[in-house]
């Protein structure tokens, strides 16, 4: 009982350095144009985040539940904390170097995977509800896609209704309209991505024996995952906003407010519906559809090349290098 105590604290420890790490990781697509467009000056946006973040991830828990239990069951796992383990140190092996690199890759995608390829090697396919993961997997393709088309036409009827304003007189509103948005990012980025980690540590919980099913995330578990995703956005990834903001095309504050209010109206649904997605997917493809609109030649095509591979591979990866660290630790 001891040891199965200690293996569980590793575990909830794993857990929320991974919410931090998609705080910052992940933060820095929430408030990437307002900080490129100087709407919000970035410690300003990063302590507004870090805010938003909290209270969004406080909200919600019906994607913790869906992450948790869709992919396998918990309670017919017997090594099921040594599974967790291996998932959360790929997951947060492949969050920062695609962090480090300046990539915006996906936490989400990195989970899932690794939680997939953890238990395919831990406990057999037969244990893998290929049903559940095929549908989270959708979730996560479609998202982009949507995002993108939304972006496209926002950005569009925001052209066809200020074509004969000033640019000048436009940008200078939106860019007051960007700071609504951006928190709107940031606590739509809390509701569905704070939940995943609350979704594993309750999936810990059952595992363990602690807790009888995954219907009831814990207080504490909330609490604990809010404040590691705030605290990890309130560091902020630079290397990804310059990405975001300046690498994709030139983003100007009307560009800013349509990627921005795309983004936030698909993360939100989704969190209504339950649905993990990829907050990342959903800005950057809000970005390109937004980019796309303004001036299909804008947009640098090749680094959003690099950020599509970069998506597709994540999942592959992580679950090979789940399997990997699972066999070598345990």
């Known amino acids: 009982m001891e040891t199965s105590i200690w293996i569980l604290g590793i575990v909830i ?3 929320l350095a991974f919410d931090f790490i998609n705080g910052f990781h992940d933060t820095a697509n929430a408030i990437a144009t307002s900080v490129s467009t100087r709407a919000l000056k970035p410690r300003t946006a990063i302590i507004m985040a870090a805010l938003m973040n909290f209270v ?9 539940k869906k992450i948790g239990g869709s992919i396998t069951d918990p309670t017919l796992l017997e090594n099921g904390l ?4 291996a998932t959360l140190i790929a997951s947060i092996i492949w969050n920062l170097i695609t962090w480090w690199l300046g990539i915006p890759s996906s936490s989400s995608h990195a989970l899932i ?32 896609i949507i995002a993108f088309v939304i972006g496209y036409i926002i950005m569009t009827v925001l052209k066809w ?35 995943k980690a609350m979704g594993i540590i309750t999936f810990a919980l ?5 807790q009888e099913t995954m219907d009831v995330i814990p207080l504490w578990v909330k609490i604990a995952a809010a404040t590691a995703m705030a605290l990890g956005t309130s560091i902020g990834g630079w290397k990804i906003i ?32 339950h649905l993990p997605v990829s907050s990342t997917h959903a800005i950057t493809s809000a970005i390109l559809g937004v980019g796309s609109a303004k001036r299909f030649s804008a947009v640098k095509w090749g680094v959003a090349g690099r950020i599509v591979v970069t998506w597709f591979i994540t999942i592959p990866i992580s679950a090979v290098l789940a399997g990997l660290i699972f066999k070598i630790i345990f």
């Open 13 to 15: 420890f794993l857990a």
């Open 161 to 195: 209704i200020f074509a004969k304003r000033s640019p000048h007189t436009v940008n200078k509103g939106f860019r007051s309209m960007q700071v609504v948005t951006a928190a709107l990012q940031s606590f739509t980025h809390g509701t569905n991505d704070a939940q």
């Open 82 to 85: 040594d599974i967790i383990i």
């Open 56 to 64: 969004g991830a406080l909200m919600f828990t019906g994607v913790a």
């Open 206 to 210: 059952v595992t363990s024996g602690r």
């Open 113 to 144: 995977g690794a939680l997939a390829g953890a238990v395919y090697v831990g406990a057999g396919s037969s244990h893998i509800n290929w049903g559940g993961f095929v549908e989270i997997v959708e979730g996560l393709i479609f998202s982009p």
């Open 242 to 273: 310059k990405t975001m903001g300046t690498k994709i095309f030139k983003i100007e504050p009307i560009n800013g407010f349509a990627a921005d209010i795309s983004a936030a109206s698909v993360i939100f649904s989704a969190t209504l519906l």
